[in-house]
């Protein structure tokens, strides 16, 4: 990355351990497309009404040349988690998924479908 992770805790205590599962994430990301520019992580711990305790949401945020890929924006799968350690792993295997569909669809590997209407018009 040309750009160093950005990590941010929102509404929750900073913890090393969480930093360094988001570190090792990253660099994994970057073993499937190398030319990931920059990664921001944000962390962010929401009260849950009618529940004890704090669900953990995650953001991640890649750039990539000519396009910005965003995991986690409204997504409710990843409201969910109460442990922070599966939200980091479920929103960070969601991204390895979008990255390699992207990086897939860049190198050709795609197969791109003709229109079937346009053949039987002829």
Same mark, same amino acid.
């Given at each position: 990355?040309? #750009? +160093?992770?950005? @990590?941010?805790?929102?509404?929750?205590? !900073? !913890?090393?351990?969480?930093?360094?599962?988001?570190?090792?994430?990253?660099? !994994?990301?970057?073993?499937?497309?190398?030319?990931?520019?920059? $990664?921001? #992580? @944000?962390?962010?711990?929401?009260?849950? +009404?009618?529940?004890?305790?704090?669900?953990?949401?995650? $953001?991640?945020?890649?750039?990539?040349?000519?396009?910005?890929?965003?995991?986690?924006?409204?997504?409710?799968?990843?409201?969910?988690?109460?442990?922070?350690?599966?939200?980091? /792993?479920?929103?960070?295997?969601?991204? /390895? /998924?979008?990255?390699? /569909?992207?990086?897939?669809?860049?190198?050709?590997?795609?197969?791109?479908?003709?229109? !079937? @209407?346009?053949?039987?018009?002829?």
């Amino acid at each position: 990355m040309t #750009v +160093p992770l950005q @990590i941010t805790f929102r509404d929750l205590p !900073s !913890s090393a351990a969480v930093e360094a599962q988001i570190r090792e994430r990253a660099e !994994s990301l970057e073993r499937v497309f190398d030319r990931l520019t920059a $990664c921001r #992580v @944000i962390v962010e711990g929401r009260h849950r +009404p009618q529940r004890a305790g704090r669900v953990t949401h995650l $953001c991640v945020e890649l750039t990539l040349p000519g396009k910005v890929i965003t995991i986690g924006r409204g997504a409710t799968e990843f409201e969910a988690h109460e442990d922070v350690f599966v939200a980091v /792993r479920a929103a960070f295997d969601a991204a /390895r /998924r979008r990255l390699d /569909r992207y990086a897939r669809r860049r190198r050709g590997e795609v197969k791109a479908h003709t229109l !079937s @209407i346009a053949r039987k018009e002829e």
